[in-house]
């Protein structure tokens, strides 16, 4: 499907696109109630509520007053409903601002002021510096001579850099006032939601002379809710509006998703439901046989003999709805509050402020704390979020020479200044690639230094690093770029620029040397995507050695190459290059294909080493959370070795021997099938030693290993509580989190990257780092932190109390809920299994949504163990993530719980007011004081800590029922007038609750005293040992200073190349008698990459102790 | 999402509205860190707990023990005894108009100090029935001109078109034996006045409310009511209107303010007219002093007396454990952490 653009000729367009409304609401005023109606009734427990209010409007059958459901109902469905109404509102409102904003749009040749929504395809918009971009255009002109624009593209992707754009080529040189008249075709595909491709044509119309078709790229095009920066004016058709712009089509509801929590209460509310059916059916038919024989003879109740069919139902019924608040209707409200709460208390967190920006954390999501506690991998980027994503440039190697290996600093190396001063060749050449092999723009700043916007941290480090080497690059004006070289100054004409992406690993310029007119081709990229380009005959050897060296050190490598083009080969290069890049089907792909044909036969210049220093705590963040029981992988784009370095500094993976690292490699399928073969009988064997095996895989066997040995693939994945995964494509992260989830494994996926947004988007929980690389993964992320520590706290604190605290909010509704619902039941044995309420309207409806309620509430603020003494003790986490607080078994035991005190409260009301006291009302009251007491005493006997607020809570709770019971007693009008006046005034009520206190917490405090001191779980013996203050706290330093691990991980980069064998294996990971390496002395760990060794494996284990 | 929607809108600079985002405002709340007290379960607070419960709770047993003793009742069940031993069919003969008086004779075996309760006790009638529960009209009960308000009363709402007053099951099905008591020949008065409850009678039955139309349907229930009495007054019906909870329940027949003493033999006749025999259902005449904590009822002083012994036993138990098997709280050594992490 394509799209043709008329320029300026908005009359053929009108019917067939949308104008440029926008709108992000859900709902409109008409279609709110039924649809947001719909919406909640397609939860399960709502049309459960539903259902029961609806019988209860069935006076035959209604126990109490259709009320006690309808109001909290009511009052649910207004809550939830008026939540969306205000988001959509609030939608509504900015979408209005949007729209009404006011644009200078050209319309049949004449310029006027609309509104933003007016606007329609074909347009011409012309737009003043740092306005917004209303919808997609194509540039057709703009202030600058040379048809270059700047936008800040940072709602769209979260960049916060400067991009340019240019005009087409079409348009280039046309004059100011002729941009009303221009008339032309856009050719462009139907809407898309990729901002990173653009792939159409344009033709204009005589009298403009350039008749021919133009190619469109992204780079001529500027997006919605960009701004213009830099930029006096530019103008541009409209080609997308509305709700199908880039940025529209991008939009989308992210699924909600649904924490293991609510998915084990949602089973348990289906066994209480399947409970509920079966005492329903049971006391139905219990109900039917007694009317009928009993019944009958009690002439008083004065049964007819005859009653209509549905008689029958009426008994099951009255039943149905007698026991619909053993699902209680007010848990959804109470878990929505805490929930929220939860995410607050994360929004609210000093300790997880970035001091740097002084960003705070923030929940997004705030449905989901729980599952933090329950995490069981955690997928983690490495680029900027295990680092900092601050690159320096480190050393070099130019021509085999080493540079900055002495003091890990190439730019304060004597030899290399010395050299650059001296003007070698090799030398300069190579700086000049460093300088302008890029898509860097400087720009002066008023205090005369020169800013440089990269889209890139390592060109920016590159760039950076060749103007401390006297290599500036200090200007761009359109294609001429200009470098000054000690005093003199250097210019080129950038003639293609040949982009970089991660399929090719590579990016390319070719320049016109504007002193000699020699066209040069510059590219820097991958060691795998340019060694192998190296003009026959140079000897790769050294920068191999080199790749290696700086890989093991965790720096991050680049090649450097050029060649000089001929013109001729340039120019029927240029031709393809043009023909493939206007193509509008598999553009990419075509053009990387061009692009193969001119980046060989390179001279290799050297090979950078840019470092990415570690982030702050990260060696401690993961052996916290990896003692916690949490496993770790490790998905990134970079290379092996380097990963693997990093893993290793910072406690990812251990050294030798504790550690062993299998690798999966293989270029085919066989290949790659036995050395996972491998790989699995290695993990199974060792999974019993205590030894932390990982494995290491790269993107290309990984892909096969997905694609056709999935099932083994899944085996290791269960097996490895450590895995490297390097190379990987966004899709393949989000893949691996796949079947990490289709095994059932909560997963974490944390990333700060455009490249981590679908890994973040798949996993149970996603958290972005507001780094450097943008906001996008923060966006798109459930939590987004500043920095990688924040982690440890957010699972070990924030998660794990979530978790503790919905564990018992969530049981104990169920168990105030069930505690009523069975006194209901044993009453109903008394009452001639009629149906009979124990408990009038209001009481029922009051306890269930204020008297129970409120106390439960403030165990939010409930702390089982300190903060301090879970960092110290992380295994502690184990218990929220076995689940071990809510489970059926624990919920068995609140259910035991319920229905012993409802026998015990049921006995002692009925027979502590038996005889002349037994009348209805009063026996209710003892019966639901007696409840209310529980209960009370149930919250205090789980609550681990006491603030004020609890004590307020609970106890004030327990007044409450008596004031309000109090006022309910003085209205003549009420049911209960001068009840509660009447039994406070009885010492046999006292008594009574006193009993029932005493005999309902007696035991429970017995068997909780007992497993307390006697069977203590880990958490018990924390808690002890934290408040008897105990020698745990000594001993369990855990956390080692800071300062002492930066200090290791700081020497060990600096020593060990050092202590190095100088003389390295060449690393060539298909080289096929390439056996297991070791990486020299002091390097710590097993490295296998053999296929040919190790097919018995017997010999295995042997063989790898051997060596 | 808040943040792609206003991006959406492009109302905002993201970029700026993020720099400027003010550090959350710090308070004990927010931080978590309410001072906060921490209670464990020690040896010594469980010990001493289960010890208090049982030093206060004995006490309080043995007192509402003997309050209970010290209440002295008389039970009499006659509603076998109270049919003449020809009458096969009961149900016919309680329905039948004949004459069913009868007299029992009741020995009082320990002083009884004035005032006296005179109930009646029903045992297996169920006044909780839901149909039976729900079937009166509190507002025709209070309200003269509420007369009509009957729909909640099926089915004795209206007999011959017109609204019964007062209406419903419950009222329909009135008790109506009755009692009087003689010591020797002299007749002792049974004050029927104030068996009620006080509110009961102030405001939930109308000074102006009088029975009409009442056991006027085809099936005849309990007992009739005097129409000139308005009902705030008929305080039998006040006492059967609070239905009882229980299938067993006593009501208040009237008070005896003399005292009785031991060896007196009391004679009753009484009219036996209200039909249990239908259901099985026994009719029992009590006579019952009163003590601090109600009638005779051993239940509580039991529960209490059972509990704190219960609880005394568990101290002693947690003691001796104690003692015995000594466990330090806290010990480190409980702390290992050799599980299998992959083995859940």
Not at chain 2, 317 to 328: D, E, G, L, S
Request: charged share 20%.
């Amino acid at each position: 499907m394509k799209r043709y653009v008329y320029i300026d000729d908005d009359e053929s367009s009108h019917d067939i696109y949308c104008d440029n409304r926008i709108s992000n609401r859900k709902y409109t005023v008409l279609n709110f109630l039924p649809k947001n109606l719909w919406e909640q009734f397609s939860r399960f427990m709502n049309q459960y509520f539903l259902l029961i209010a609806c019988l209860q409007l069935w006076p035959l059958i209604t126990p109490v007053n259709p009320a006690s459901t309808w109001g909290p109902l009511i009052f649910i469905f207004a809550v939830s409903a008026s939540k969306e109404a205000w988001d959509d509102y609030n939608r509504y409102l900015s979408d209005k601002k949007a729209n009404e904003k006011e644009v200078w749009v050209v319309k049949k040749s004449v310029k006027k002021l609309i509104q933003a929504q007016d606007i329609h395809v074909g347009n011409i918009v012309w737009l003043r510096e740092n306005d917004e971009v209303p919808s997609d255009l194509v540039l057709i002109g703009t202030s600058d001579p040379q048809g270059v624009c700047y936008v800040e593209t940072a709602a769209l992707d979260g960049e916060t850099d400067l991009k340019t754009r240019v005009i087409p080529s079409a348009c280039m040189g046309i004059d100011v006032e002729l941009l009303h008249k221009i008339k032309g075709v856009i050719e462009c595909p139907s809407p898309d939601k990729d901002i990173r491709r653009f792939d159409a044509n344009m033709r204009l119309f005589p009298p403009f002379i350039d008749n021919d078709i133009c190619p469109l790229t992204i780079k001529n095009t500027i997006l919605q809710s960009c701004y213009l920066r830099n930029t006096e004016w530019a103008c541009g058709v409209a080609v997308y509006t509305g709700n199908e712009t880039k940025m529209g089509m991008s939009r989308g509801i992210p699924e909600p998703k649904l924490t293991a929590m609510d998915a084990m209460i949602d089973k348990l509310t289906g066994a209480i439901f399947i409970f509920q059916i079966v005492v329903v059916l049971v006391l139905g038919v219990a109900g039917n046989v007694w009317k009928d024989t009993e019944a009958k003879q009690q002439w008083y109740v004065l049964y007819p003999h005859e009653g209509p069919w549905y008689e029958l139902l009426v008994i099951p019924l009255r039943f149905e709805l007698l026991c619909s608040i053993m699902i209680p209707i007010s848990i959804k409200v109470s878990l929505d509050l805490v929930k929220s709460l939860y995410a607050k208390f994360i929004d609210w967190d000093h300790q997880m402020i970035d001091l740097e920006t002084s960003i705070p954390s923030n929940a997004t999501n705030t449905a989901i704390s729980e599952d933090l506690g329950q995490v069981e991998y955690i997928l983690t980027d490495k680029t900027g979020t295990l680092t900092e994503n601050k690159m320096i440039f480190r050393r070099c190697c130019i021509s085999g020479n080493f540079y900055g290996n002495e003091n890990g600093d190439a730019l304060k190396d004597v030899e290399l200044l010395n050299a650059v001063s001296s003007g070698s060749s090799d030398v300069i050449r190579f700086l000049t690639v460093m300088a302008i092999c890029n898509t860097v723009i400087p720009t002066p700043s008023k205090t005369g230094d020169i800013l440089y916007k990269a889209q890139s941290q390592d060109e920016d480090a590159l760039v950076h690093a060749a103007a401390r080497l006297h290599m500036v690059y200090f200007n761009k004006s359109g294609n001429i770029l200009g470098i000054k070289f000690n005093s003199s100054i250097l210019q080129y004409e950038v003639l293609e620029t040949l982009e970089f992406t991660s399929e090719r690993k590579r990016m390319s310029v070719v320049v016109k040397d504007c002193q000699n007119g020699k066209i040069l081709l510059l590219s820097k990229g991958a060691d795998e995507a340019i060694l192998p380009y190296a003009r026959t005959g140079q000897q790769t050897r050294h920068f191999i050695e080199a790749v290696e060296q700086y890989a093991h050190l965790g720096l991050r490598t680049l090649c450097l190459a050029w060649r000089e083009l001929k013109r001729d080969e340039y120019r029927e290069w240029s031709l393809m290059f043009k023909e493939a890049s206007s193509t509008l089907v598999d553009r990419e792909w075509r053009v990387a294909d061009v692009c193969q044909r001119v980046e060989h036969d390179l001279d290799i210049l050297g090979v950078t080493a840019i470092e990415d220093r570690l982030q702050d705590g990260v060696p401690e963040t993961i052996e916290t959370l990896r003692k916690a029981g949490i496993n770790f992988w490790m998905l990134t784009g970079d290379k092996q070795n380097t990963a693997i370095q990093i893993a290793l500094s910072c406690n990812f993976i251990s050294p030798e021997p504790k550690g062993q690292l299998l690798s999966i490699d293989g270029k085919t399928q066989d290949d790659v099938c036995r050395s996972l073969e491998r790989v699995l009988r290695t993990m199974r064997i060792t999974t019993s030693e205590p030894k932390d095996v990982a494995f290491v895989v790269d993107g290309w066997a990984l892909e096969i290993a997905l694609n056709h040995y999935r099932k083994a693939f899944t085996e290791l994945a269960v097996l490895a509580r450590t895995a490297i995964c390097c190379r990987v494509t966004p899709s393949q992260k989000a893949q691996l989190v796949q079947i990490l989830k289709s095994c059932d494994y909560r997963t974490l996926a944390i990333g700060d990257g455009g490249n981590d947004v679908r890994m973040i988007q798949q996993a149970d929980i996603g958290v972005g780092i507001s780094g450097r690389e943008g906001l996008q993964a923060a966006r798109a992320a459930d939590y987004s932190i500043g920095k990688f520590r924040f982690l440890k706290r957010l699972i070990l604190v924030h998660g794990r109390y979530s978790y503790n605290r919905t564990a018992f909010l969530s049981q104990y509704s169920f168990y105030k809920s069930l505690l009523i619902c069975f006194i209901q039941i044993f009453f109903s044995f008394i009452s001639g299994v009629s149906g009979t309420s124990l408990f009038n309207s209001v009481s029922l409806m009051a306890y269930n949504v204020f008297y129970t309620s409120v106390p439960v509430l403030v165990s939010v603020l409930d702390k089982d163990l300190s903060e301090k003494t879970v960092m110290q003790h992380p295994q502690i986490l184990f218990y929220c993530q076995a689940g071990r607080l809510l489970n059926p078994s624990t919920f068995a035991g609140w259910f035991g719980r319920s229905l012993f005190h409802a026998i015990v409260v049921f006995v002692i009301s009925i027979h502590a007011y038996a005889y002349d006291k037994s009348e209805m009302e009063e026996v209710s009251m003892v019966a639901l004081s007696g409840c209310i007491w529980l209960q009370a005493f149930v919250v205090t006997m789980e609550t681990n800590s006491f603030t004020i607020l609890q004590h307020m809570a609970i106890w004030g709770n327990l007044a409450a029922f008596y004031a309000i019971n109090w006022i309910f007693s003085a209205l003549p009008s009420s049911g209960m007038y001068t009840i509660m006046f009447r039994l406070c005034r009885q010492p046999s009520y006292w008594i009574a609750i006193f009993l029932m206190v005493a005999a309902g917490m007696g035991p429970i405090l017995g068997i909780k005293y007992f497993r307390y001191t006697y069977r203590p779980s880990k958490i018990n013996t924390l808690q002890q040992a934290e408040r008897l203050g105990g020698p745990i706290l000594s001993l369990g330093t855990i956390e080692p200073q800071q300062r002492s691990i930066e200090k290791d991980v700081s020497t060990l980069s600096i020593t060990q190349p050092k202590n190095r064998n100088p003389v390295y294996e060449p690393l060539l990971s298909d080289s096929p008698n390439a056996t297991r390496r070791s990486f020299g002395a002091g390097t710590p760990f097993d490295f296998f990459q053999s296929q040919s060794r190790l097919t018995h494996s017997t010999s295995y284990t042997r063989n790898c102790k051997d060596n | 999402m808040a943040s792609s929607s206003a991006a959406g809108a492009g109302s905002t600079d993201p970029t700026a509205a993020r720099r400027n985002t003010k550090r959350p405002k710090y308070s004990k709340f927010t931080q978590q860190e309410l001072p906060a007290c921490k209670p464990i379960l020690t040896p010594r607070a469980v010990i001493s707990a289960f010890l208090l419960v049982s030093v206060v709770f004995v006490p309080i047993g043995v007192a509402a023990l003997i309050a209970s003793r010290k209440v002295v009742e008389i039970v009499y069940r006659y509603e076998s005894k109270c049919i003449p031993s020809n009458v096969t069919d009961r149900v016919a003969y309680i329905q039948s108009s004949a004459d069913k008086t009868c007299r029992i004779s009741l020995d009082v075996t320990k002083h009884m100090k004035s005032p006296i309760y005179v109930y009646y006790q029903l045992d297996n009638f169920y006044q909780n029935h839901r149909r039976y529960v729900k079937s009166r009209s509190d507002e025709q009960l209070r309200d003269r001109s509420e007369e009509g308000s009957t729909s909640a009363c099926k089915p004795e709402d209206t007999a011959n078109g017109k609204p019964i007053v007062p209406c419903g099951l419950i009222a329909w099905s009135l008790f109506n034996d009755t009692y009087s008591f003689f010591r020797g020949n002299k007749n002792l008065t049974v004050n029927k006045k104030g068996i009620s409850w006080k509110s009961d009678r102030e405001h939930k039955f109308g000074k102006d409310v009088f029975p009409k139309n009442f056991q006027n349907s085809s099936i005849r229930g309990g007992a009739s009511l005097n129409e000139s009495i308005p009902l705030s007054e008929q305080e039998d019906l006040i006492v059967w209107m609070r239905t009882a909870a229980l299938p067993t329940f006593r009501k208040l027949y009237g008070k005896i303010e003399v005292d009785l003493n031991e060896g007196d033999t009391i004679n009753v006749t009484l009219q036996n007219n209200y039909n249990t025999y239908s259901f099985s259902g026994r009719k029992k005449l009590v006579l019952s002093t009163t003590s601090w904590l109600g009638g005779k009822n051993d239940f509580l002083g039991i529960a209490y007396l059972t509990v704190g012994g219960l609880c005394f036993f568990l101290a002693l138990a947690f003691t001796i454990v104690y003692f015995v098997k000594p466990r330090q709280l806290g010990d480190p050594s409980y702390l290992s952490w050799n599980r299998n992490p992959g083995g859940h």
